[in-house]
């Protein structure tokens, strides 16, 4: 679950099963790694909602937020794309428009897979905060 009130840039967030996200600062760097914090919803009923994060988001900033399918996209020779392999694709675009980030994210899994069949989802969101 993730929210963002643009007038005070303000992210609020609750990762229930999902892969990891990032607020990277303008410099490429993790500023804040929105991890996991709980299994998906459902999975463990016991398991009530945790409280949110909130996030103060800084002008310069970026935050990705991806499915599991392009993490786990793998290669004709098995291996994964891979989380960290997502952030170089997006550090290398930051100065460009988030759109053409998200873009280039999907034009790398589909060339790191050979532009084999997917076996998952592949989506990413993009937010840069604007000076």
């Given at each position: ?18 892969p ?9 760097a ?18 009530g909602i ?45 100065e460009h428009p ?11 899994v ?6 084999a069949e ?5 989506t ?8």
């Open positions: 679950i993730l929210s963002l009130a643009p007038e005070t840039r303000t992210l609020t967030y609750v990762n229930a099963g999902h990891d996200g990032y607020v990277l600062d303008a410099g490429g993790i500023r804040v790694h929105l991890r996991a914090m709980l299994p998906a919803l459902g999975l463990a009923p016991e398991t945790p409280p949110a994060l909130h996030v103060t988001l800084q002008p310069g900033d970026l935050v990705l937020l991806m499915t599991d399918g392009i993490a786990e996209a793998c290669s004709p020779t098995g291996e994964e794309f891979g989380n960290e392999r997502a952030l170089e694709i997006v550090r290398a675009a930051q988030a759109s053409d980030m998200v873009r280039g994210l999907f034009d790398a589909l060339a790191f897979t050979a532009a997917l076996q998952d989802d592949i990413a969101v993009v937010i840069k905060v604007l000076p």
